[in-house]
């Protein structure tokens, strides 16, 4: 080597590229001035020229072909096979030289040995604990060896599985080495400069033990946990076990001794607020919480590393943690859409708030309006407004009881909580008059709804037809971006706007009359969601039963159904995007996309696919489909569910009549029954209209961007979908340099929030976040909300998305949460188990109308539950028994 690979703490060359990611935190540390024990880097140079000069990289390749990452012992063993050779291998002799130079600079004593990979305490990946860290080391041929040890532990089975897992090339990862005084910790520990547990900025907490670290972080102990604020004063106390504790032996390595000091605070107060100090101000510099390992000594405290915290949620993006506490319920839990929102969706849906915001008298902008927020490129509906007014947070406390129970648990828990209660001068009349203003033509509507619900119905979805018909020609007519995103304004200024005086009055009169149905129901021990059975008039039973007619068409083919039985979904989607199905399927499935092609996974977001650009969604259904007994054919069971649900209300009357006032309960119910069946369908007609709505902006955008890509300004067409409105905006006035690299930091942004499986229900401005649903019932079952009555046993089938999957008849669908796209997939499924959701969420409606059990808000099912598992649901009593795991 022309260069010794060894830098000092304090060079300037220190980068994540050469002494990764603790080198280079360390190396910032010192240079800022913290109280960093001294010490040096060894390079990746080093370990890179290591692997070369002894060929490792042919045997690290050998153990890693054809490795089985779901298999710990074949992970193990090929760690044991790449750690024995660099075991085998010794290092050169002029590295050898400079690490006895550089540590007889520390004075030869004792020093701590630590792995610093590339991909290492990284802002989205931490790797913590994933290689090794050799402590105590004395003498140069103890730290000799525990170099190259460290080395090999690049190559640990953990370290393997976890790079895998998370998409990062073991050829592109190389592996520094800390080398680093040892401190003599009387007490260790670690600090979170934010609450790791539940995300919450304006505290940190305090992990502490008695001697080194080590017994902490690798789980032998019980520490001392210490909860404080943002100006260092403690809010809690924990006390541990401390029942052990690791120290250093005089001639190297370390020692466990007993310490039994549960009584025994391991760092007094003062030192507790000393560390909060330096952790604040470490997170300043950093400018993002941080995990760091500490130790005191001889009165003095020295921080050990420092990483980004990477399990925390983001913080709402627009809302300052220090200002007044908001809250938040995500917008997946009305939607179903767990998957991030591309930049042209977030500006849509903003643009829209705003939109209803002004048709309440309240003039807002996409960047005025105070009721989106994006956090983890997810959307979370503000409510703070009604949670500070004693009506309104009753109000929305029932309303979103219907729409996840999980959101309503954090609410909850949040009911006294000093920062969000009702101001005491709640009233304003300014106020009341926009809102009495805006409700009252919709309070009229109500009422002609529920005289005359068919004619009412029909007038409405006139109207919505003749505003889509002329949105589409202005769309059709406009031929630059300017002349679309000019129409584009309008839509999104008054769509909300003009259609929610329209249909809403339908829906409160369907919801109203099945809430008195539920009421009258429980009076008398009955459930009222069996009414709901068969219910008509909903768009998306419509579309899913559209689609088994296809399904028929084919089967009854010879040619389509044999292409169907014989050809994967992508090849189908692509044979029909070419007009080379045979004549029945293409006839059929081009029927079907004429009025459903504008509809897909997430279809609430703009930028996301529809299924005429991707039919392969489509083709796996119909697939599927072929296979249903013609005993569980889906028209017939909603046509059985529709009877089921005459029965019910007869059943229901004649109980009634047996009660007090029974005659007159009885008449009200059979009213009642009438206008909910007549009008509670309409549900998912709002956002079918907005959906249509949003296919023809989407293929004018898509046509703009098709022109922008040849022009340069854009790689390809779908770009657009990475840019906000009022970013296209600024391109059809003439700046279009740049945007390429916006967008693919976009994508990538985009790629990464997809890994991301656990989203918030609930979120406050400081970063707290609530995420659990519903959990175990006894004997370890799964419990949830019940929202479709009924038993069934059946196979699980784990789905994270609709695309590419298919169901066999009577499987158990679990899986996160379910927007229209997903619906096809109930016509074959026994049951449904959802993570998120209430009893008016889109798939809980779904499942009622076909007849499926469903339970939702059930936490982390899709973990929990496995595909093959042998399951009971019961969406009456909200259970899920598990009868074998296989």
Same mark, same amino acid.
């Given at each position: 080597m022309t260069?010794?690979p060894?830098l000092?703490f304090?060079?300037?060359?220190?980068q994540?590229?050469?002494?990764?990611?603790?080198?280079?935190?360390l190396?910032?540390l010192?240079?800022w001035?913290?109280p960093?024990p001294?010490g040096f880097?060894?390079?990746t140079a080093a370990?890179?020229?290591?692997v070369q000069n002894?060929?490792?990289?042919e045997?690290?390749d050998?153990?890693l072909?054809?490795?089985?990452?779901?298999?710990?012992?074949a992970?193990q063993?090929?760690?044991?096979?790449?750690?024995?050779?660099?075991?085998?291998s010794a290092?050169?002799?002029?590295?050898?030289?400079a690490i006895?130079?550089a540590?007889?600079a520390?004075e030869?004593?004792?020093? #701590?040995?630590r792995?610093?990979?590339t #991909?290492?305490d990284?802002?989205?990946?931490?790797?913590?604990?994933?290689?090794d860290?050799?402590?105590?080391i004395v003498?140069?041929?103890?730290?000799?060896?525990a170099?190259?040890?460290?080395? $090999?532990?690049l190559?640990t089975?953990?370290?393997?599985?976890?790079?895998?897992?998370? $998409?990062?090339?073991?050829?592109?990862?190389?592996?520094?080495?800390?080398?680093?005084?040892?401190?003599p910790?009387?007490?260790?520990g670690?600090?979170?400069?934010?609450n790791?547990?539940?995300?919450?900025r304006?505290e940190?907490?305090i992990d502490?033990?008695?001697?080194?670290?080590?017994a902490?972080?690798?789980?032998?102990?019980e520490?001392d946990q210490?909860?404080?604020? $943002?100006?260092?004063?403690?809010?809690?106390?924990?006390l541990?076990a401390?029942a052990?504790?690791?120290?250093?032996?005089?001639g190297?390595?370390?020692?466990t001794?007993?310490?039994?000091?549960?009584?025994?605070?391991?760092?007094?107060?003062?030192v507790?607020a +000393?560390?909060?100090?330096l952790?604040?101000?470490?997170?300043?510099?950093?400018?993002?919480?941080?995990?760091? +390992?500490?130790?005191?000594?001889d009165g003095k405290l020295h921080?050990?590393?420092?990483?980004?915290i990477t399990s925390?949620?983001?913080?709402i993006?627009?809302?300052?943690?220090d200002g007044?506490?908001?809250m938040l319920?995500?917008?997946?839990?009305?939607q179903?859409?767990m998957?991030p929102?591309?930049?042209l969706?977030?500006g849509t849906l903003?643009?829209?708030?705003?939109?209803?915001a002004t048709?309440?008298?309240l003039?807002?902008?996409?960047?005025?309006q105070?009721?989106?927020?994006i956090?983890?490129?997810?959307?979370f509906v503000n409510i =703070?407004?009604?949670?500070r007014h004693p009506?309104?947070?009753?109000l929305?406390?029932g309303?979103?009881?219907?729409?996840?129970?999980?959101?309503?648990?954090?609410?909850e828990a949040?009911?006294d909580?000093?920062?969000?209660?009702?101001q005491r001068h709640w009233?304003?009349?300014?106020t009341?008059?926009?809102?009495a203003?805006?409700f009252r033509?919709i309070?009229?509507?109500?009422?002609?709804?529920?005289?005359?619900?068919?004619k009412r119905? #029909?007038?409405?979805l006139?109207?919505?037809d003749?505003?889509?018909?002329?949105?589409?020609?202005?769309?059709?007519?406009?031929t =630059?971006?300017?002349?679309v995103?000019?129409v584009?304004d309008?839509?999104t200024?008054?769509s909300?706007?003009?259609?929610?005086?329209?249909?809403?009055?339908?829906?409160m009169?369907?919801?109203?009359?099945l809430?008195?149905?539920?009421?009258l129901?429980q009076g008398?021990?009955?459930?009222a969601?069996?009414?709901?059975?068969?219910?008509?008039?909903?768009?998306?039973?419509e579309?899913?039963?559209?689609l088994?007619?296809?399904?028929?068409a084919?089967?009854a083919?010879?040619a389509?159904?044999a292409?169907?039985?014989?050809?994967?979904?992508a090849a189908l989607?692509?044979a029909f995007?070419?007009?080379e199905?045979p004549?029945?399927?293409?006839?059929?499935?081009?029927?079907?996309l004429?009025?459903?092609?504008?509809?897909?996974?997430?279809?609430?977001?703009?930028?996301?696919?529809r299924?005429?650009?991707?039919?392969?969604p489509v083709? +796996?259904?119909l697939?599927?489909?072929?296979h249903?007994?013609a005993a569980?054919?889906?028209?017939?069971?909603?046509?059985?569910?529709a009877?089921g649900a005459e029965?019910?209300?007869? +059943?229901?009357?004649?109980?009634?009549?047996?009660?007090?006032?029974?005659?007159?309960k009885?008449?009200?119910?059979?009213?009642?029954?009438?206008?909910?069946?007549?009008l509670?369908?309409?549900r998912?007609?709002?956002k079918?209209?907005?959906?249509r709505?949003?296919?023809?902006i989407?293929?004018?955008?898509l046509e703009?961007g098709a022109?922008?890509?040849a022009?340069?300004?854009?790689?390809?067409?779908?770009?657009?979908?990475f840019? =906000?409105?009022?970013e296209?905006?600024r391109?059809?006035?003439g700046e *279009?340099?740049?945007?390429?690299?916006?967008?693919?930091?976009?994508?990538?942004?985009?790629?990464?929030?997809?890994?991301?499986r656990?989203?918030p229900?609930?979120?406050?401005s400081?970063g707290?976040?609530f995420?659990?649903?519903?959990?175990?019932?006894a004997?370890g079952?799964?419990?949830?909300?019940p929202?479709?009555?009924?038993v *069934?046993?059946?196979?699980?089938?784990?789905?994270?998305?609709?695309?590419?999957?298919?169901?066999?008849?009577?499987e158990?669908?679990?899986?996160p949460?379910?927007?229209?796209?997903?619906t096809?997939?109930f016509?074959?499924a026994?049951?449904?188990?959802m993570?998120?959701?209430?009893?008016m969420t889109h798939?809980?409606?779904?499942?009622?109308e076909y007849g499926i059990?469903?339970? *939702?808000?059930?936490?982390e099912?899709? =973990?929990?539950?496995?595909?093959g598992q042998l399951?009971?649901?019961d $969406?009456s009593?909200?259970?899920?028994v598990?009868?074998?795991?296989?």
């Amino acid at each position: 080597m022309t260069t010794l690979p060894i830098l000092p703490f304090n060079s300037s060359q220190a980068q994540l590229n050469n002494v990764g990611g603790k080198g280079a935190n360390l190396a910032k540390l010192a240079q800022w001035g913290f109280p960093v024990p001294g010490g040096f880097l060894i390079t990746t140079a080093a370990y890179r020229a290591f692997v070369q000069n002894h060929h490792l990289q042919e045997a690290i390749d050998h153990a890693l072909r054809d490795l089985e990452l779901d298999n710990p012992t074949a992970l193990q063993n090929a760690s044991a096979a790449i750690r024995a050779q660099f075991a085998a291998s010794a290092m050169s002799v002029e590295l050898a030289q400079a690490i006895e130079q550089a540590y007889a600079a520390l004075e030869g004593g004792p020093v #701590a040995v630590r792995s610093s990979a590339t #991909a290492e305490d990284l802002p989205d990946l931490s790797f913590a604990g994933q290689q090794d860290t050799y402590l105590n080391i004395v003498g140069v041929e103890a730290l000799h060896k525990a170099v190259v040890d460290c080395w $090999g532990s690049l190559w640990t089975a953990r370290a393997i599985g976890y790079r895998t897992r998370n $998409g990062i090339d073991h050829d592109d990862v190389a592996l520094a080495v800390v080398v680093q005084q040892m401190v003599p910790s009387e007490a260790s520990g670690v600090l979170f400069t934010a609450n790791p547990l539940n995300g919450t900025r304006t505290e940190m907490v305090i992990d502490a033990t008695l001697g080194l670290g080590e017994a902490l972080v690798s789980g032998q102990v019980e520490p001392d946990q210490y909860v404080v604020d $943002g100006n260092g004063r403690i809010l809690h106390k924990t006390l541990g076990a401390k029942a052990l504790a690791i120290v250093g032996q005089a001639g190297g390595g370390t020692q466990t001794i007993s310490a039994d000091a549960a009584q025994q605070q391991a760092i007094p107060d003062a030192v507790i607020a +000393e560390l909060a100090q330096l952790g604040r101000q470490v997170a300043d510099r950093y400018q993002f919480p941080q995990d760091i +390992e500490w130790g005191w000594a001889d009165g003095k405290l020295h921080l050990l590393q420092s990483r980004p915290i990477t399990s925390l949620y983001p913080l709402i993006e627009g809302l300052p943690v220090d200002g007044p506490l908001q809250m938040l319920f995500s917008f997946a839990a009305v939607q179903g859409v767990m998957e991030p929102i591309t930049p042209l969706g977030q500006g849509t849906l903003k643009a829209m708030m705003a939109g209803l915001a002004t048709s309440f008298g309240l003039p807002r902008t996409a960047e005025t309006q105070r009721v989106a927020y994006i956090a983890g490129e997810r959307m979370f509906v503000n409510i =703070t407004t009604l949670m500070r007014h004693p009506i309104g947070r009753k109000l929305a406390r029932g309303f979103l009881r219907f729409i996840d129970s999980g959101v309503v648990q954090g609410i909850e828990a949040l009911w006294d909580d000093p920062r969000l209660l009702p101001q005491r001068h709640w009233f304003r009349l300014h106020t009341f008059v926009l809102i009495a203003r805006f409700f009252r033509p919709i309070m009229h509507h109500f009422i002609r709804a529920l005289r005359h619900p068919h004619k009412r119905r #029909a007038l409405a979805l006139q109207k919505s037809d003749v505003a889509l018909t002329d949105w589409a020609m202005r769309l059709r007519r406009a031929t =630059t971006l300017a002349e679309v995103l000019d129409v584009y304004d309008v839509i999104t200024a008054v769509s909300f706007g003009s259609l929610f005086p329209t249909l809403l009055p339908l829906i409160m009169g369907g919801m109203s009359m099945l809430t008195l149905l539920t009421k009258l129901a429980q009076g008398v021990g009955m459930n009222a969601l069996a009414l709901t059975r068969g219910l008509p008039h909903n768009v998306t039973t419509e579309m899913d039963l559209r689609l088994w007619g296809a399904a028929q068409a084919i089967a009854a083919d010879e040619a389509s159904r044999a292409a169907f039985e014989t050809q994967a979904a992508a090849a189908l989607a692509e044979a029909f995007l070419r007009g080379e199905l045979p004549g029945v399927a293409q006839t059929a499935v081009s029927q079907f996309l004429d009025d459903y092609g504008m509809r897909g996974v997430g279809e609430i977001d703009l930028g996301r696919p529809r299924w005429r650009e991707t039919p392969q969604p489509v083709m +796996e259904t119909l697939r599927s489909y072929l296979h249903i007994p013609a005993a569980q054919a889906p028209d017939m069971m909603f046509a059985e569910g529709a009877k089921g649900a005459e029965t019910a209300v007869a +059943e229901l009357v004649k109980a009634l009549r047996h009660t007090r006032r029974g005659w007159l309960k009885a008449r009200l119910a059979r009213f009642a029954a009438s206008r909910m069946r007549a009008l509670a369908g309409m549900r998912e007609t709002p956002k079918f209209v907005v959906i249509r709505l949003f296919g023809f902006i989407r293929a004018a955008l898509l046509e703009q961007g098709a022109q922008l890509a040849a022009q340069g300004v854009l790689s390809r067409a779908d770009d657009v979908n990475f840019l =906000t409105p009022a970013e296209l905006r600024r391109i059809a006035e003439g700046e *279009v340099a740049g945007w390429t690299a916006v967008v693919q930091e976009r994508r990538a942004a985009n790629a990464r929030e997809l890994k991301r499986r656990q989203i918030p229900r609930l979120m406050l401005s400081d970063g707290h976040a609530f995420y659990d649903g519903m959990g175990a019932g006894a004997e370890g079952d799964l419990v949830g909300s019940p929202v479709s009555p009924g038993v *069934v046993e059946g196979r699980v089938r784990v789905v994270l998305s609709p695309n590419g999957a298919q169901l066999a008849p009577g499987e158990i669908l679990v899986c996160p949460a379910t927007d229209p796209a997903w619906t096809p997939l109930f016509l074959a499924a026994g049951g449904l188990v959802m993570e998120v959701g209430g009893m008016m969420t889109h798939g809980s409606v779904v499942a009622r109308e076909y007849g499926i059990p469903a339970v *939702v808000s059930v936490h982390e099912a899709t =973990t929990r539950l496995q595909t093959g598992q042998l399951i009971r649901v019961d $969406g009456s009593a909200g259970t899920i028994v598990i009868l074998n795991g296989e």
